[in-house]
């Protein structure tokens, strides 16, 4: 069966370190996979999408990389601050006939510590 | 910047009742979309909807859900018999290439 798994529940840092979250997907050719913020009782901000052809993606003190062969993302938060503090989501185009309907792992919940 | 809006923000409604929820997708985009997010659950894919029509839909979106754009601007969800278990976060996205998807502030829905 298809499966989207983001490994850590939760993940406590310090702040100024580097958070890095992880996605695995099973049984999936994504076109795509997107990382969004989510805040408490807010909707999913979209913060980087990477396609199945590129291996690294950077934004500012975001980075995210693609492995098709391993079937996982890393994102990366460097310098992280207090204000990055959200629940993380990745999400997966899966293309073809589902070209623009997400699935949805279940979230990292990153706390980032003054 | 544009945004997504949705209205209401949170609705009561009685078991059996039809509820509608309102979006205003951002006004350049072509692809429009609901998910609902159940408390402590993933975000799930319900609706996308392109030129006037269902482009996929979910096995969750069934005969009870339709969707419809009624003008240039809006963008409903219609529930016509809410269940108790469609209680949930309702968020309406809209994109302007069908790859990222910018979400509104969601419905909360809540049947009693």
């Known amino acids: 069966s298809q499966k989207i798994e983001q490994n850590s529940e939760a993940l406590n840092i310090q702040e100024g370190k580097t958070a890095t979250l992880t996605c695995n997907y099973t049984?999936?050719?994504?076109?795509?996979l997107q990382w969004y913020r989510q805040d408490p009782g807010r909707g999913p901000v979209f913060l980087l999408l990477i396609r199945e052809n590129e291996k690294e993606k950077r934004k500012e003190r975001l980075k995210v990389t693609f492995d098709t062969t391993l079937k996982q993302s890393l994102f990366h938060i460097t310098a992280s601050q207090p204000a990055d503090s959200a629940t993380y989501l990745c999400a997966i185009n899966a293309g073809g006939t589902s070209y623009g309907k997400l699935t949805f792992g279940q979230g990292t919940i990153l706390t980032v510590h003054p | 910047e544009p945004e997504v809006t949705q209205t209401p923000s949170h609705q009561v409604t009685q078991m059996g009742q039809e509820v509608i929820l309102r979006c205003v997708p951002i006004?350049?985009?072509?692809?429009f979309y609901w998910y609902r997010q159940i408390l402590g659950q993933k975000v799930e894919f319900l609706v996308s909807f392109y030129n006037n029509e269902i482009s996929e839909k979910s096995e969750i979106f069934d005969d009870q859900f339709s969707v419809e754009r009624p003008d240039g601007s809006n963008f409903t969800l219609k529930i016509r018999s809410t269940k108790l278990e469609d209680s949930a976060m309702y968020f309406c996205a809209s994109s302007p290439t069908n790859t990222e998807a910018f979400f509104g502030q969601g419905t909360r829905l809540t049947v009693v």
């Open positions: 006004s350049n985009h072509l692809y």
């Open positions: 049984n999936y050719s994504p076109a795509y």
